[in-house]
């Protein structure tokens, strides 16, 4: 066959190979033009969600932060009550204390006076003892009765020691009872933050 002849009949299949090949890129262009906007939005609503994200994150941390504040003024108010707690057990202590060691010097002085009078008493009865005959039977009736009229031993001081127990039994419990109130106002704060997060 001619050349010629075959390249005219080739040339109208080339050409509709050629337009079928436009056409497909175009179909297929537009395909990928969907596909691209999908992908797109995609990405829009992706990088939205990062947003939504990175908010939750500085929240949680906002969160973390004034939480963590009020952790450490709750446990502020504990140990300040605490303080006063163990200040106030400590003052009463300290004036039992003195109330006891005051009652013991009065009883002291007291004993001391008696020891004073005892020991004049003795000391006159051994001079009276050296004494004459005489001076003796002079100065008998007045010495015996002295002897006689001597001051009864003072008691022991009921109640003198620190009763501990008051102070150092079931301390925790007492304390904890006491804590109560705070508890109970804590509580209706925690509830009152929980509802303002």
């Known amino acids: 066959m001619d050349p010629q002849v075959k390249e005219k009949q080739t040339l109208p299949i080339r050409g509709a190979h050629q337009n079928f090949q436009r056409g497909r890129v175009a179909v297929g262009k537009e395909e990928l033009n969907t596909a691209l906007?999908?992908?797109?939005?995609?990405?829009?609503?992706?990088?939205n969600i990062k947003g939504e994200f990175e908010k939750t994150v500085q929240h949680i941390k906002s969160q973390a932060e004034h939480t963590e504040r009020q952790i450490k003024q709750q446990f502020e108010k504990l140990h300040q009550f605490l303080r006063d707690e163990e200040e106030a057990t400590v003052t009463a202590l300290r004036e039992e204390e003195e109330q006891k060691k005051q009652m013991m010097k009065e009883k002291l002085e007291e004993m001391n006076t008696h020891i004073s009078a005892l020991s004049h008493t003795i000391k006159d009865m051994e001079e009276m003892m050296k004494a004459s005959d005489v001076c003796f039977l002079k100065e008998f009736p007045v010495s015996m009765e002295r002897v006689q009229s001597s001051q009864p031993d003072p008691q022991k001081a009921s109640g003198a020691l620190i009763?501990?127990?008051?102070?150092?039994?079931?301390?925790p419990f007492r304390v904890w009872?006491?804590?109560?109130?705070?508890?109970?106002?804590?509580?209706?704060?925690?509830?009152?933050?929980?509802l303002e997060s």
């Open 37 to 47: 906007k999908t992908l797109q939005e995609k990405l829009k609503h992706r990088e």
């Open 177 to 194: 009872k006491k804590m109560q109130d705070i508890v109970q106002n804590s509580e209706s704060d925690c509830r009152r933050s929980e």
């Open 163 to 171: 009763h501990v127990p008051r102070y150092l039994g079931n301390l």
